[in-house]
């Protein structure tokens, strides 16, 4: 949201403001061109229905939260998301951007998106038809209301289970309860497991109470973790207790707090340096990659780890910007 400077000869109730955009409901983009004239108060009060409609359209899922006989209104919105650098298909002839066109081949045309529908194929080729409003008949009472079925240690879970996690916040009527909620939850150590309906699919869901507020984590059916093949078959009889003694003294080496700021996404980070380098004509010279081989001798490798292990390691990067140097002029020929 932008706005403008109001003039030096303006009075103070008045402010002057032009060209602004928000989002309202829908993610609909309005944009308003013309200058409006209003009273500070007035404009004040735009500026926060606004901003909470903008928080609202943002939101991931809205109902309540069932306790018991206690209701607690509350709206979902996304805790994390992943980041990358995504790049566009080109046409290698034109680098013209390719674009995913929809085309019925019995009609053989290009179609628009109001004329699609749904349909299941219960055949090959033979569909199901289906209204958005005959697939919202479907909706269980878990896609408005998610209930607390019972309440765990989080450490029973095995966070394999993990999905998604969501912030949830809740609306100013519900507050209190909430509040209610997350303070009992905290002081028994005890997590909530819940159900909700959301993006077609009932979630069975884990609810943490943490200092800042309640946070949820979406997480797998029992039927959708796969089992790795030979995984948990490794024979242990070869280790030997001085090996096991040499490697529990590394990890102690290694143990400390976690702290996420550490961390970041290299791979991420070299393909920026790769962008960058490109929109400015740069040279890019490459790293070579550390190779690495498994250990023949497992107490020798051990026994150097330790010796060997520096304060704080650095990350090399592959990627180093080599800047342009100006050519220097050539020497000129003797003769004779």
């Given at each position: 949201m932008q706005f403008g400077t109001p003039h030096a000869t303006d009075p103070p109730e008045i402010l002057f403001y032009r060209k602004f955009a928000f989002y309202s409901s829908g993610y609909n983009i309005r944009i308003i061109t013309h200058t409006i004239v209003l009273?500070?108060?007035?404009?004040?009060?735009?500026?926060?229905?606004?901003t909470l409609e903008a928080t609202v359209a943002a939101s991931t899922w809205k109902g309540f939260l069932s306790f018991g006989l206690v209701s607690i209104p509350i709206r979902l919105s996304p805790a994390a998301r992943t980041e990358r650098?995504?790049?566009?298909?080109?046409?290698?002839?034109?680098?013209t951007r390719i674009k995913m066109p929809l085309f019925c081949p019995t009609c053989n045309r290009m179609v628009e998106r109001n004329e699609i529908e749904k349909g299941y194929e219960y055949e090959k080729d033979q569909y199901l038809l289906f209204t958005e409003a005959e697939i919202e008949e479907a909706?269980?009472?878990?896609?408005?209301?998610?209930?607390?079925i019972e309440f765990v240690k989080v450490e029973?879970?095995?966070?394999?289970?993990f999905d998604a996690s969501y912030y949830a916040a809740p609306e100013k009527e519900g507050a209190k309860a909430y509040h209610l909620l997350l303070d009992a939850m905290m002081e028994t150590g005890y997590a909530a497991i819940a159900k909700v309906t959301m993006h077609s699919r009932e979630n069975i869901v884990i609810i943490r109470a943490?200092?800042?507020?309640?946070?949820?984590?979406?997480?797998?059916?029992?039927?959708?973790?796969r089992p790795a093949v030979e995984y948990g078959s490794t024979d242990k009889e070869n280790v030997k207790e001085q090996e096991k003694a040499l490697a529990m003294r590394l990890i102690d080496s290694l143990a400390t707090q976690f702290k996420p700021e550490k961390?970041?996404?290299?791979?991420?980070?070299?393909?920026?340096?790769?962008?960058?380098?490109?929109?400015h004509g740069?040279?890019?010279?490459?790293?070579?990659?550390?190779?690495?081989?498994?250990?023949?001798?497992?107490?020798e490798a051990l026994k150097?780890?330790?010796?060997?292990?520096?304060?704080?390691?650095?990350?090399?990067?592959?990627?180093r910007v080599v800047p342009k140097r100006a050519e220097s002029p050539r020497k000129a020929r003797k003769t004779g």
């Open positions: 009273p500070v108060s007035v404009t004040l009060r735009i500026i926060d229905a606004l650098i995504s790049f566009n298909q080109l046409h290698n002839v034109c680098h909706e269980p009472d878990s896609a408005r209301t998610m209930e607390i029973e879970i095995d966070p394999l289970y943490r200092k800042e507020g309640l946070t949820l984590h979406t997480m797998f059916y029992q039927n959708e973790v961390f970041h996404d290299a791979y991420q980070e070299n393909l920026q340096k790769l962008i960058d380098a490109k929109a740069q040279k890019l010279t490459i790293v070579p990659h550390v190779s690495k081989a498994p250990a023949i001798d497992l107490m150097k780890s330790l010796a060997e292990k520096p304060a704080q390691t650095q990350e090399q990067a592959p990627l």
